[in-house]
């Protein structure tokens, strides 16, 4: 098969050898014939001579297609004699991009079916353009419409500054479902104009009058009365020197307008409801009118609508626009001919294959005012085929639509309609079947997903926005050529055109680091917008449970996210930063079955968001200084924000990507390929109970005091009286044997909740005095649980020659994050070097515990001599740890999960180091770090009286019951988190109704469960208060704890400020 095309450029001898060197920009027309194993190039020179390059395609590693541009480049394989700086390529120009890269994939195909060495390299897509999956966020390069330098931003603190007065303000997004730029849009399409309601209007040549209107037309704004002709001003665009919107919204409302200045000094003002929606359709109208006048330069700066391109990226850099492409705006039957008002009509098909009736009907009348504005506000126009409502099941009939692509002061859409008769040009009713919002297109598809399917016609494409994926098909390659370089033109030129309302996301807090979001079930809302994310939530307090909006991220505060998946459950990891000073981040994990769209969504936000800033830019100051010229070299890149590099062959270390991971992030489930490990149900409920797996008979727990002041009352103050609480000593050198996995799956911690396991040593070998008072001796002082266990350890000793550099100060800083997080969410992230991963899932009944690890290996090499251990010289647990990975292959992944249970209050919590050989790097890796697993992970929360709080609080006064400590954090102090660490990693009930409790004053109170047990054979709990005043301005607070055991007082301190610092 041969195709007409262009050589454009080249580089590597493998086709310069052929057509000679510095091939750049060179547009030498050529043949290009497709064979089974090459591709030949082929230049006729004269009549008789021609010259040809041979393209094996064994030698094509990488492959780039720009649509919009018909143009390919392919990347190949570096020769012998090819120069070491400049990889090998060449960049050709085709009369038909989409129908050539249908020829190449079946070539390369057909190629690798019969050679199974040989790997088809994955096509990238340059542009709106992308392949079976979306593109890389800000991988793409898109157009600029400002003369200013690509990528050109703002300083961070100065756009977040702009979006949230923005978003408070004129630019607050409308309810889903309820943009007023849609009927803006709409009347520009039937009227040609649009009309705004004028609230105040000042000026020496107005007369006062009420209910006004101004109009706003391609020529002119025109005031007056609204239903009449009468009494009419017009300002032609010719006449008004400059204008600006005034934008009061953020201050007071109602207060915001236009204000225009006109050649002869006077100055008018009109007071208008919506100054976005007025301030847009002036800006398309003014601009447009600039540039049919040659008054290019003397377009609005700032302004987002009505623009022309300034520069593009094709494959060979940043270039000035090419010529747009030239719809048809005539009016077309089915079988493309032009229809003439009294002329046949051809009856349409209502599908593929169905035959015409033989009823012939009459094109009905024009509508007269729609057709002096019909070539303005139409782009291009045809016929499409889409997939209808009408079928059984997935067998959807293909219906043939009459399609229009508009362009309007709010930007492009392409509506259908059942027939080309009920579009405006023939009817003042609004017929549309649908409406696609092209400011909304996320990326565009040449070839569907679906043209694989039998049922789905040939030439078809998809067009995927923020709400929905749109397949349409034309009805030849050209049709399909046609209609995506329209579409692609007119989303290019939405670049900086935003979306008025929010996108709802119902989403359930899996991680949540403060605590405030309810994370068992889907009562969250993300509000998804122009200028950041809103995250609500019910609020309890008000009577009616609406909503509140407990955070506001602008987009400059996302420093990454991530896709997460187990068990076909999708989430979306989230790390912003806290506040403006982009030096504390928090990190939140949403789960919602929509998640790829949701991650779409921001992505898309964020790209809107950038063209924006970049745009407002030209209004400041200074802000042209140094600009240069397009010259058709490569630009700069497009700037992510904070930093983040969008070059491929040189990512920066925090580029922001959006990749799917196989994480046990959501449930933690253990896999049930690996025997050793019992799987279980998590029903994200450990108050409750909910334990038990169907499959396994549920085992009778230990009976569980329901009221903690009662027999065994943690503080030992019985009915607030003295009381005598026995010890007895339990000796724990020994660890319980490891669980064993029942057939068909465990209930949770099974082996732990069962009576307690007998130690190997008798009770009565260790004897401990048991006082008549418990406030007279402290049972801990002479450590009745004995010695710590010894940790068990798995891997073989392996000497290496090349240790591998430790964690940098900013690892360091994200796992002590991942640490505090895991403590409040019971799981996440725990340690990641690059090549190893491994997350958590902490399960905590009483004084029990299970701790589930998931080794995952990111490198595609082998880790071998892998060595886990867990370290506990404290002596606050004891455990059993069952046996881990002594090695993970390339992308591998393994499970381990370690029984423990709280014996005494000590401190710090235990450690886990690891260590392993990078097969790749040659690297021994060695790392500890503090388990998610304190002291305080094992308090269970008390809800008291203010009363009782308090009578409790004055009764523990004794010697060492009490430790008190001024903590300054390096961090601002915010009162809010204190509020919310309280209740997450400290695990206390919160306090109220005492007399100087506050918003900087909190109190706390909780139970710590201990196995250690009574002579009686009941467990020891410890009763914990807490205090803590806070001082904001000297940033720094105040920790107050009691307890009734001097050991657990200076263990709880020790914990709190490694929490709380």
């Known amino acids: 098969h041969s195709f007409k095309g262009e050589l454009h450029s080249a580089s590597g001898n493998l086709i310069c050898a052929t057509f000679g060197k510095n091939i750049k920009f060179a547009k030498r027309p050529i043949t290009i014939i497709c064979k089974s194993s090459s591709m030949d190039l082929i230049e006729e020179v004269g009549i008789t001579n021609r010259k040809q390059a041979i393209v094996p395609y064994a030698l094509i590693n990488g492959i780039s297609w720009d649509h919009g541009n018909s143009e390919v480049k392919f990347d190949f394989t570096k020769g012998e004699d090819d120069d070491d700086e400049t990889p090998p390529f060449v960049i050709l120009t085709l009369s038909n991009s989409v129908e050539f890269e249908g020829e190449v994939k079946l070539r390369l195909n057909g190629l690798a079916s019969t050679n199974r060495g040989i790997k088809i390299p994955s096509p990238l897509y340059f542009g709106m353009f992308a392949g079976a999956t979306k593109p890389k966020p800000f991988q793409r390069k898109r157009p600029n419409l400002s003369s200013l330098p690509s990528g050109k931003l703002p300083p961070l603190a100065e756009m977040r500054s702009q979006a949230l007065e923005l978003h408070k303000g004129a630019y607050r997004p409308c309810p889903q479902g309820e943009s007023r730029r849609m009927s803006i849009a709409l009347q520009h399409i039937y009227e040609g104009c649009n009309t705004f309601q004028v609230i105040s209007a000042r000026g020496s040549s107005l007369p006062s009058r009420s209910d006004s209107t101004i109009v706003i037309n391609d020529e002119c704004i025109t005031f007056g009365p609204r239903g009449s002709n009468d009494n009419r001003v017009e300002y032609l665009f010719s006449d008004i020197t400059d204008w600006n919107a005034v934008d009061n919204e953020s201050f007071r409302s109602g207060e915001s307008g236009i204000n225009i200045t006109l050649s002869n000094d006077e100055s008018v003002f009109f007071g208008v409801s919506f100054i976005r929606d007025v301030k847009h359709t002036l800006e398309y109208f003014w601009n447009r009118y600039k540039v049919s006048v040659g008054q290019e330069k003397e377009v609005k700066l700032g302004s987002t609508h009505g623009r022309p391109i300034m520069s593009v990226y094709t494959l060979s850099g940043e270039i000035p626009p090419p010529d747009p492409p030239v719809g048809h705006c005539e009016v077309i039957d089915q079988d493309g001919i032009v229809v003439r008002p009294g002329g046949k009509m051809v009856p349409r098909r209502n599908s593929i294959g169905q035959i015409a009736a033989k009823e012939m009907k009459v094109v009905p009348s024009e509508n007269r005012e729609v057709k002096r504005h019909w070539h303005k506000v139409v782009l291009h126009q045809g016929w499409l085929l889409k997939q209808g409502g009408v079928g059984v099941g997935t067998a959807k009939s293909w219906i043939k639509r009459y399609f229009v692509l508009y362009k309007t002061s709010q930007g492009h859409f392409l509506v259908y309609y059942s027939d080309f008769t009920e579009c405006p040009m023939y009817t003042t009713e609004k017929n549309h079947r649908n409406i696609v919002d092209l400011a909304k297109a996320t990326f565009i598809r040449p070839g569907s997903n679906k043209s694989d399917s039998v049922d789905i016609p040939a030439y078809c494409f998809d067009i995927v926005t923020t709400e929905r994926e749109w397949t349409l098909c034309a009805e030849s390659q050209e049709n399909v050529l046609k209609w995506l370089k329209l579409i692609n033109f007119a989303v290019d030129a939405d670049v900086a055109i935003l979306a008025d309302e929010e996108l709802l996301f119902k989403v359930k807090p899996k991680v949540?680091?403060?605590?405030?979001?309810?994370?068992?079930?889907?009562?969250?809302?993300?509000?998804?917008?122009?200028?950041?994310?809103?995250?609500?939530?019910?609020?309890?307090?008000?009577?009616?449970?609406?909503?509140?909006?407990?955070?506001?991220?602008?987009?400059?505060?996302?420093?990454?996210?991530?896709?997460?998946?187990q068990g076909g459950k999708l989430a979306l990891l989230v790390n912003v930063f806290a506040d403006s000073s982009f030096s504390r981040r928090n990190e939140y994990i949403f789960r919602n079955k929509e998640a790829v769209r949701l991650a779409t969504a921001i992505e898309y936000f964020i790209e809107k968001f950038m063209s924006v800033m970049h745009i407002r830019l030209e209004t400041q100051e200074g802000a042209f200084d140094d600009v240069g010229d397009v010259n058709g070299e490569a630009g700069a890149p497009t700037a992510g924000l904070h930093g983040i590099s969008v070059d491929d062959d040189a990512p920066h270390e925090d580029e922001i990507d959006l990749q799917l991971v196989e994480e046990n992030l959501l449930d933690m489930e253990i896999s049930p390929a690996i025997p050793a490990?019992?799987?279980?149900?998590?029903?994200?409920?450990?108050?409750?109970?909910?334990?038990?797996?169907?499959?396994?008979?549920?085992?009778?727990?230990?009976?569980?005091?329901?009221?903690?002041?009662?027999?065994?009352?943690?503080?030992?103050?019985?009915?607030?009286?003295?009381?005598?609480?026995?010890?007895?000593?339990?000796?724990?050198?020994?660890?319980?044997?490891?669980?064993?996995?029942?057939?068909?799956?465990?209930?949770?911690?099974?082996?732990?909740?069962?009576?307690?396991?007998?130690?190997?040593?008798?009770?009565?070998?260790?004897?401990?005095?048991?006082?008549?008072?418990?406030?007279?001796?402290?049972?801990?002082?002479?450590?009745?649980?004995?010695?710590?266990?010894?940790?068990?350890?798995?891997?073989?000793?392996?000497?290496?020659?090349?240790?591998?550099?430790?964690?940098?100060?900013?690892?360091?800083?994200?796992?002590?994050?991942?640490?505090?997080?895991?403590?409040?969410?019971?799981?996440?992230?725990?340690?990641?070097?690059?090549?190893?991963?491994?997350?958590?899932?902490?399960?905590?009944?009483?004084?029990?515990?299970?701790?589930?690890?998931?080794?995952?290996?990111?490198?595609?090499?082998?880790?071998?001599?892998?060595?886990?251990?867990?370290?506990?010289?404290?002596?606050?647990?004891?455990?059993?740890?069952?046996?881990?990975?002594?090695?993970?292959?390339?992308?591998?992944?393994?499970?381990?999960?370690?029984?423990?249970?709280?014996?005494?209050?000590?401190?710090?919590?235990?450690?886990?180091?690891?260590?392993?050989?990078?097969?790749?790097?040659?690297?021994?890796?060695?790392?500890?770090?503090?388990?998610?697993?304190?002291?305080?992970?094992?308090?269970?929360?008390?809800?008291?009286?203010?009363?009782?709080?308090?009578?409790?609080?004055?009764?523990?006064?004794?010697?060492?019951?009490?430790?008190?400590?001024?903590?300054?954090?390096?961090?601002?102090?915010?009162?809010?988190?204190?509020?919310?660490?309280?209740?997450?990693?400290?695990?206390?009930?919160?306090?109220?109704?005492?007399?100087?409790?506050?918003?900087?004053?909190?109190?706390?109170?909780?139970?710590?469960?201990t196995g250690a047990v009574t002579s009686t054979g009941e467990k020891i709990n410890v009763g914990c208060l807490a205090k803590i005043e806070m001082n904001v301005q000297a940033n720094a607070m105040r920790v107050t704890l009691r307890t009734l055991h001097p050991a657990a007082t200076a263990a709880l301190l020790q914990a709190t400020k490694f929490l709380l610092l």
Request: net charge negative; glycine share 8%; hydrophobic share 35%.
């Open 512 to 565: 949540d680091p403060l605590g405030i979001l309810n994370p068992s079930d889907y009562s969250t809302t993300l509000k998804v917008s122009a200028n950041g994310i809103s995250v609500c939530a019910p609020d309890v307090t008000r009577k009616d449970g609406s909503d509140r909006e407990y955070y506001f991220w602008v987009y400059t505060d996302f420093f990454k996210w991530s896709l997460l998946s």
């Open 677 to 1009: 490990v019992p799987s279980y149900k998590h029903d994200n409920d450990f108050a409750a109970g909910s334990f038990v797996t169907p499959s396994v008979p549920a085992r009778p727990a230990p009976a569980v005091v329901a009221d903690p002041f009662g027999d065994d009352d943690p503080f030992g103050l019985g009915p607030l009286s003295a009381a005598t609480v026995p010890a007895s000593a339990v000796n724990t050198a020994s660890r319980a044997p490891a669980p064993t996995a029942p057939k068909g799956g465990s209930t949770l911690l099974d082996d732990l909740l069962m009576d307690p396991i007998p130690s190997s040593t008798a009770a009565s070998n260790v004897t401990i005095n048991k006082p008549s008072d418990v406030f007279g001796s402290d049972p801990f002082g002479d450590d009745p649980f004995g010695s710590s266990p010894t940790s068990l350890s798995s891997g073989l000793g392996q000497k290496v020659e090349k240790p591998a550099p430790p964690l940098t100060p900013f690892q360091q800083a994200q796992h002590k994050s991942w640490l505090t997080a895991a403590l409040a969410a019971n799981g996440g992230p725990f340690y990641d070097d690059g090549v190893l991963q491994v997350t958590s899932k902490i399960e905590i009944r009483g004084s029990q515990c299970r701790l589930s690890l998931a080794y995952v290996n990111n490198s595609p090499g082998t880790l071998s001599d892998l060595q886990v251990s867990i370290a506990d010289p404290a002596g606050l647990i004891r455990f059993e740890l069952g046996v881990g990975p002594t090695s993970l292959p390339g992308l591998g992944r393994h499970s381990q999960v370690m029984m423990a249970e709280c014996i005494k209050p000590a401190g710090p919590g235990p450690s886990w180091s690891v260590s392993y050989l990078d097969s790749l790097s040659l690297q021994r890796r060695s790392c500890t770090l503090p388990l998610p697993l304190l002291l305080t992970s094992f308090i269970e929360p008390l809800a008291l009286s203010g009363d009782d709080f308090s009578a409790r609080w004055q009764m523990l006064v004794g010697a060492g019951q009490e430790s008190q400590e001024i903590l300054k954090p390096l961090r601002p102090l915010v009162p809010g988190e204190v509020q919310a660490a309280l209740v997450t990693v400290l695990r206390l009930g919160r306090i109220n109704g005492i007399a100087d409790s506050s918003e900087y004053v909190i109190y706390g109170a909780g139970s710590l469960r």
